[in-house]
């Protein structure tokens, strides 16, 4: 099949009642339609697609994990993560010192930060003792489940 031949099938269908055609041959296959975006898979050079294919967007959740992982897995010492998605907030009130700064020690069970979900303030403890060497979050940051907030050794 040439491109005269899709042209002709082209006005066919738009002078017609029809509203889709289908045609395929080997590893050609041709999709012509009226009415729908429609993706093609063209395997042969001389095709010509019948409607432009749309990108694809694929959440990228689980590279974000992969890269995150990655990324602690190169640094010695513990994470703190946040147990639940929301707002962090690194100090009580927006004038008062941080619950947790670097180089500050900390020990288990200290607060280090407040998650707000769903109006609720969270305090987040720290499940290790140690020196925090890595403030990974932002004040009024909007962190995700599981997403690094401290780093301690």
């Not at 042969?44 to 409607?51: G, I, L, M």
């Not at 720290?126 to 403030?135: K, L, Q």
């Amino acid at each position: 099949m040439n491109i005269e031949d899709v042209k002709s099938l082209i006005s066919l269908i738009d002078e017609s009642t029809l509203t889709e055609l289908h045609y395929q041959t080997g590893d050609f296959q041709l999709l012509l339609s009226k009415n729908k975006l429609v993706q093609s898979n063209q395997q042969s050079n001389d095709s010509v697609p019948a409607a432009a294919p749309t990108p694809t967007v694929t959440a990228p959740v689980q590279n974000i994990k992969e890269a995150v992982s990655e990324a602690t897995a190169k640094k010695e010492g513990q994470i703190i993560t946040s147990p639940i998605v929301g707002v962090v907030y690194l100090a009580p009130t927006p004038d008062a010192k941080p619950y947790a700064t670097k180089g500050q020690n900390i020990a288990k069970g200290d607060v280090v930060c407040l998650v707000e979900a769903m109006k609720l303030m969270n305090e987040i403890k720290s499940e290790f003792d140690g020196e925090i060497v890595e403030v990974l979050v932002e004040n009024e940051q909007i962190v995700e489940y599981n997403q690094p907030l401290f780093r301690i050794v």
